[in-house]
């Protein structure tokens, strides 16, 4: 089946249905749409002269944080770290979700990289995450103290799993709780 004759079933289809079928457009009226698309994604003078102002050093692995560390975990505080066991203090900043409140996808990555510290082992790579299940159960709104608590709760070889609590400090609300799973390279034996 051609194009054509599938965009005509199709038609007829939601016609027979009771559906209004859409038009087709005219070459003309689909570049006039395609203009105006380009148009609005066009960064406008303000927008160019923010960007131009950026500064952005260049990242040495390893010895410099990176604008994803300086950004996402700009702010975490460590109170305590024990074999274990990792607690820190996070005050959310000022950038939320259109809600108003810290995004779920900044709460993933604060239960990714605290779960992860508490499972890595001094002198070898990172982890690497297998599965991470997070149950959202309330929300923090910008200024909000966040307790994050880290355990980990056992080790398998090189598979380790973690539970990571996010906590309102002022008023004890559980926020999120986190299940974290990582694998690495593990400890010789010998």
Do not use: W
């Amino acid at each position: 089946m051609s194009c054509g004759q599938f965009r005509q079933n199709s038609q007829h289809d939601h016609r027979r249905r009771g559906k209004l079928a859409q038009p087709n457009l005219s070459e003309s009226e689909g570049k006039s749409k395609m203009e105006k698309a380009k148009q609005f994604l066009q960064p406008t003078q303000a927008d160019s002269d923010i960007i131009s102002r950026l500064i952005i050093p260049t990242h040495r692995p390893g010895a410099d944080t990176s604008f994803y560390e300086d950004f996402a975990l700009k702010g975490i505080r460590v109170d305590r770290v024990e074999q274990g066991l990792v607690v820190c203090t996070f005050k959310v900043p000022p950038r939320l979700d259109r809600n108003g409140k810290l995004a779920t996808a900044a709460i993933a990555n604060l239960v990714d990289e605290v779960g992860g510290a508490v499972a890595h082992t001094e002198g070898l790579p990172m982890n690497v995450s297998v599965d991470m299940s997070i149950s959202f159960l309330s929300s923090a709104m910008v200024g909000d103290e966040l307790e994050i608590t880290s355990r980990l709760l056992g080790r398998k070889g090189g598979y380790s799993g973690t539970l990571v609590l996010l906590k309102n400090k002022v008023s004890g609300e559980l926020i999120a709780e986190g299940r974290h799973s990582l694998f690495g390279k593990h400890a010789s034996k010998l």
